[in-house]
Structure formats: structure tokens, C-alpha cells
């Protein structure tokens, strides 16, 4: 199973992007989808999460009521949209997936994640 994380870039603070997350397994692979960041010399943290069976959601403090999370169960992708940009958001965001249909207590270890894109950098700045 690979995952393909793409769409970061620069923006400006208060720009949007969207990242997208392909997966070449199949359905049954991802059925937890979050979404991490890692700044260099600091751990990655816990950005978003998604369940494909209730559509169930999940985010960070630091990101809630500015990204959100979704999937396209057809096409075996997650999309991050990213809104109101801040610069503290600059980081290597990276997709990861488990077949484990994951608790809210867990969605946001890396450790419960068993797949993982190879990151995708976005940077925010003026």
C-alpha cells in the first residue's frame, strides 16, 4: 500500500490550499485517514482524522473551524482543505491510513497508523 500526499506550496497568511492523499491499496486499507505535520527539530504532531464507516471526524485544537477533512471513497483519496492560513501552519504535512477503524482516543498516536505518504511541505508567509 502507498500513499501519495500532494497540494502543498507557498501562501500567503489567510490563503487556503487543499492537500490530497491518493492510496493505491484498496478500500479496505484506509479505513482511518488522518492527516499529521512536523516542523524540523519539533515531534509531528496530530492534525486531522476521518472514518469511512460513520464519516466521523476529528481535529486538533490548534486547527478546528479552519481545516477540514473529507474523502472520496470512489477514488480511495482524503483531502485536507486548509483555510485562514497562519504561518504557526508551516510544516511537512504527511497523510498516513490503518484498516482499523480507530477510537477517538487513538486517531491522534502515529503509533495506530500503519501507512504513510512521504509529506508534502506547505508553507505559509508573506
Known amino acids: 500500500v502507498q500513499l501519495q500526499a500532494s497540494g502543498g506550496g507557498l501562501v500567503q497568511p489567510g490563503g487556503s490550499l487543499r492537500l490530497s492523499c491518493g492510496s493505491s491499496g484498496g478500500s479496505g486499507v484506509t479505513s482511518t485517514i488522518g492527516w499529521f505535520r512536523q516542523v524540523p527539530g519539533k515531534e509531528r504532531e496530530f492534525v486531522a482524522a476521518t472514518r469511512r464507516g460513520d464519516g466521523r471526524k476529528y481535529y486538533a485544537d490548534s486547527v478546528r473551524g479552519r481545516f477540514t477533512i473529507s474523502r472520496d471513497n470512489t477514488e480511495n483519496t482524503a483531502y485536507l482543505q486548509m483555510d485562514s492560513l497562519k504561518p504557526e501552519d508551516t510544516a511537512v504535512y504527511y497523510c498516513?491510513?490503518?484498516?482499523?477503524?480507530?477510537?477517538?482516543?487513538?486517531?491522534?498516536?502515529?503509533?495506530?497508523?500503519?501507512?504513510w505518504g512521504q509529506g508534502t511541505l506547505v508553507t505559509v508567509s508573506s
Open positions: 498516513a491510513a490503518t484498516p482499523r477503524t480507530l477510537i477517538q482516543s487513538s486517531v491522534r498516536w502515529e503509533r495506530h497508523y500503519d501507512y
